[in-house]
């Protein structure tokens, strides 16, 4: 199987980041295609053929489609990198991709406890792997989080990690700082279809996002680089 037999969401669901690392394990780990929950048929219900709309039968060697999904958008390269639809999984427009920066393992997100006493109490330290959820306005995302410390300032309580999804925490264990507030992000941009300004507030789409959702953020820094823009955003909120 090859990537181009995969969905190309970079759900994250199966615990890698992106499809393309799935199908590069794929190839000494045929088993893995079991986690991905949109090819899987036991694990998902599948829609019911109608009248009007018939289940067509997939010719032999096809992909496995799951029968409820919105077929994937075209993607530009064999790389899973997908075309911009400039769009999310709810239909709303967005102005740009947020890409996490290619020495992280995944996207960088400055958060803050609810009780920020936390971070000390618990002795966050750098390197270690926590969960959490993004309560109320700051995001109110439904799905929890799972991320690599990176930095800790403990006197404020803020911490700095790389959301990076399910699979380190079910294998090496996690600290739980419950529900937290998202206080911004940093990554690059290098897909959007606005200038962007500093001091402009915009609607964005993680590049990694597990639900595809649009967000929203004020840009305070950029950086342009060879590569793409460097950016900050902060007053996070989804919708």
Same mark, same amino acid.
């Given at each position: 199987?090859?990537?181009?037999?995969?969905?190309?969401?970079?759900?994250?669901?199966?615990? #890698? %980041?992106?499809?393309?690392? @799935?199908?590069?394990?794929?190839?000494?780990? !045929?088993?893995? $295609?079991?986690?991905?929950?949109? =090819?899987?048929?036991?694990?998902?219900?599948?829609?019911?053929?109608?009248?009007?709309?018939?289940?067509?039968?997939?010719?032999?060697?096809?992909?496995?489609?799951?029968?409820?999904?919105?077929?994937?958008?075209?993607?530009?390269?064999?790389?899973?990198?997908?075309?911009?639809?400039?769009?999310?999984?709810?239909?709303?427009?967005?102005?740009?991709?947020?890409?996490?920066?290619?020495?992280?393992?995944?996207?960088?997100?400055?958060? #803050? %406890?609810?009780?920020?006493? @936390?971070?000390?109490?618990?002795?966050?330290? !750098?390197?270690? $792997?926590?969960?959490?959820?993004? =309560?109320?306005?700051?995001?109110?995302?439904?799905?929890?989080?799972?991320?690599?410390?990176?930095?800790?300032?403990?006197?404020?309580?803020?911490?700095?990690?790389?959301?990076?999804?399910?699979?380190?925490?079910?294998?090496?264990?996690?600290?739980?700082?419950?529900?937290?507030?998202?206080?911004?992000?940093?990554?690059?941009?290098?897909?959007?279809?606005?200038?962007?300004?500093?001091?402009?507030?915009?609607?964005?789409?993680?590049?990694?996002?597990?639900?595809?959702?649009?967000?929203?953020?004020?840009?305070?820094?950029?950086?342009?680089?060879?590569?793409?823009?460097?950016?900050?955003?902060?007053?996070?909120?989804?919708?």
């Amino acid at each position: 199987m090859t990537v181009d037999d995969l969905p190309g969401l970079n759900c994250g669901l199966c615990g #890698l %980041p992106t499809c393309a690392e @799935l199908a590069e394990r794929l190839r000494t780990e !045929p088993k893995l $295609i079991d986690r991905c929950i949109h =090819l899987t048929p036991d694990r998902v219900q599948r829609a019911k053929p109608t009248a009007a709309a018939p289940v067509a039968t997939a010719a032999p060697g096809a992909p496995v489609k799951c029968g409820v999904c919105a077929p994937a958008p075209e993607r530009t390269t064999a790389s899973s990198r997908l075309a911009p639809t400039w769009r999310d999984t709810l239909g709303r427009d967005i102005d740009f991709y947020l890409e996490h920066f290619p020495e992280d393992p995944g996207p960088r997100e400055i958060i #803050l %406890p609810h009780n920020p006493m @936390l971070t000390r109490e618990m002795n966050i330290q !750098p390197d270690e $792997i926590l969960i959490g959820r993004p =309560l109320g306005m700051s995001c109110g995302c439904p799905i929890t989080h799972c991320g690599v410390v990176t930095q800790v300032d403990a006197r404020t309580g803020v911490i700095v990690w790389c959301v990076t999804g399910p699979l380190n925490p079910r294998q090496k264990g996690f600290k739980d700082i419950g529900y937290y507030i998202a206080e911004g992000y940093e990554g690059m941009v290098t897909q959007t279809r606005v200038e962007l300004k500093i001091g402009m507030r915009y609607f964005f789409q993680p590049r990694m996002c597990m639900l595809q959702w649009r967000h929203s953020g004020l840009v305070n820094f950029m950086n342009r680089t060879s590569s793409g823009i460097q950016v900050r955003l902060e007053g996070l909120w989804i919708g």
